[in-house]
């Protein structure tokens, strides 16, 4: 299979070069050339075996340039039992008969691109190994808050790597913060920058394209690469845990085998949900791919009404991972959705770099419309859905997934659509504690985190993961604040060059 750019369907690539990549130099993103078919019988045999064997048997229909021997040493080195806190590693909860919860934050820290990012570093390694001789890959990273440290979890130490993070100053929550600032590992770095998520992911992106850093790099045996969503490599392991979740959805017995499901996913650069439609794709039987929002309801008004438009306030909410205004992987499903109409992707693109706005065509619009439903829900109401989930049916949700279970019960109210429903969990509660706390009580005791960490527990019950609670002793590594202008240069400092 190949891989081609968003923005050039004339590039044909292997999946090893789209890895180490990340992005087309053109600015485009790699997508593939085709989406591979599985039918029933493939989902009820894929269905008998763990995640690492589902995970095996997706990603080898994608990276048809790894070997056998290559995706086993991959998968069973990222999703290693030690690493999770769940035998099942994205484990099926069902809270209401129509209502699932795919918890997928059971990795080493606590949020859902653990899925992607234990896996990333061993597609990248094997890729490089296959594409690039003798250079050392430099990751940057843009982060919201969950990537920067699953991206330092998974790359710490790994050979041949070095890691730089950026991160908004005031964008993340404090847990989040010194999950990254305390980061162990000889090869990582990270970096708070003034600004916004947005500002921190269109630098890197400057970075990654500018032809006079690249020359600098080559000269030093040094390369780009990835660890964000607009690397196919965190894309892809992705796919696997919607197939797996139908796998469970018919094990359960939520579901027979062929009968459709919901998906609802919390969204900020669309790479999750889009992953859920790659799986519609494949075969499997999703119905409707409900995108979750909050207050930076970009996306909401996009999927309802085809106009694209950043010009918007930007607020910094009670879910931080998701406060983007600019989703990225939106331009791979606008790829597919045109019937892989690059110029027309450009064009939007294009729109979207200059004046911030794009309205996509008629006929664009009408499969958009057939595949996805919207909203969203602001902190308010978020904080009221944690306690009433709490309250009915014991269960605690951290505040991105609570956004994913109002949007999807006004959902249901609206269209009074009674098909299962897998909710997608992207963090454990203990990483926003502040705000899961006060959601619970209106009478919270604690200052600090940590003690909020403890009140949370008392209240609830819920076991604390232990690489949270540990955090309290650790030593901050990483204090430096800079500015978007300055990035490059922090890029270089770290890297000597
Ligand atoms: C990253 C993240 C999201 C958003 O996922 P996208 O793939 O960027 O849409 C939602 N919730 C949490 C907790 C996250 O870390």
């Keep these: 299979m190949y891989y081609t750019s968003t923005r050039d369907k004339s590039i044909r690539i292997s999946s090893a070069e789209a890895i180490t990549k990340g992005i087309s130099a053109e600015g485009g993103l790699f997508v593939p050339t085709e989406i591979p078919h599985i039918t029933l019988d493939d989902i009820k045999r894929i269905g008998t075996l763990p995640y690492t064997g589902r995970a095996k048997e997706i990603l080898k229909l994608y990276l048809t340039d790894f070997t056998e021997d290559e995706l086993n040493y991959c998968v069973e080195g990222a999703y290693k039992k030690s690493s999770f806190s769940s035998e099942k590693i994205a484990p099926l909860y069902k809270i209401s008969d129509k209502e699932s919860i795919l918890e997928l934050w059971r990795g080493p820290t606590c949020a859902f691109k653990d899925m992607a990012l234990q896996l990333l570093p061993y597609l990248l390694s094997v890729s490089a190994s296959k594409t690039l001789k003798d250079t050392k890959i430099v990751i940057l990273v843009a982060t919201s808050g969950d990537t920067g440290k699953a991206a330092l979890e998974g790359f710490k130490d790994v050979d041949n790597t070095q890691i730089l993070v950026f991160y908004p100053v005031d964008g993340v929550s404090p847990m989040q913060k010194l999950q990254m600032t305390t980061q162990e590992g000889n090869n990582v770095s990270v970096c708070a920058i003034k600004g916004n998520f947005d500002d921190a992911q269109s630098g890197v992106k400057s970075i990654f394209t500018n032809s006079e850093i690249k020359k600098?790099?080559?000269?030093?045996?040094?390369?780009?690469?990835?660890?964000?969503?607009?690397?196919?490599?965190?894309?892809?392991?992705?796919?696997?845990?919607?197939?797996?979740?139908?796998?469970?959805?018919?094990?359960?017995?939520?579901?027979?085998?062929?009968?459709?499901?919901?998906?609802?996913?919390p969204t900020g650069n669309f790479g999750n949900i889009l992953a859920a439609y790659y799986a519609k794709r494949m075969g499997v039987p999703i119905s409707k791919l409900i995108c979750a929002s909050n207050s930076n309801n970009v996306l909401t008004d996009f999927l309802k009404t085809g106009t694209y438009d950043k010009n918007r306030n930007f607020y910094c909410t009670a879910s931080p991972s998701m406060d983007i205004l600019i989703s990225s992987n939106l331009e791979r499903l606008l790829f597919h959705l045109s019937g892989e109409n690059d110029a027309e992707v450009r064009e939007y693109m294009k729109l979207l770099a200059n004046s911030g706005k794009y309205t996509v065509g008629e006929q664009l619009f009408e499969k958009i419309k057939e595949l996805f439903r919207a909203g969203y829900c602001d902190d308010t109401l978020t904080k009221a859905t944690i306690k009433e989930n709490f309250d009915k049916y014991h269960y605690l949700c951290d505040t991105h997934t609570a956004v994913a279970v109002k949007v999807y019960e006004d959902y249901v109210s609206e269209s009074g659509d009674k098909t299962p429903t897998v909710i997608a969990s992207t963090a454990n509660p203990y990483k926003f504690s502040a705000s899961v706390l006060s959601a619970l009580t209106s009478d919270v005791q604690s200052t600090d985190e940590f003690s909020m960490v403890d009140e949370l527990h008392a209240l609830t019950g819920e076991p604390v993961p232990p690489q949270l609670a540990t955090l309290k002793d650790k030593k901050v590594r990483f204090g430096d604040v800079t500015t978007k202008d300055d990035m490059a240069n922090v890029v270089f400092k770290m890297l000597n060059i």
């Design 216 to 265: 600098k790099f080559a000269e030093n045996h040094l390369a780009f690469s990835s660890a964000n969503s607009i690397n196919w490599g965190r894309l892809v392991p992705q796919i696997v845990y919607y197939v797996s979740a139908y796998c469970d959805m018919v094990e359960n017995g939520s579901l027979k085998l062929g009968e459709e499901m919901n998906v609802v996913v």
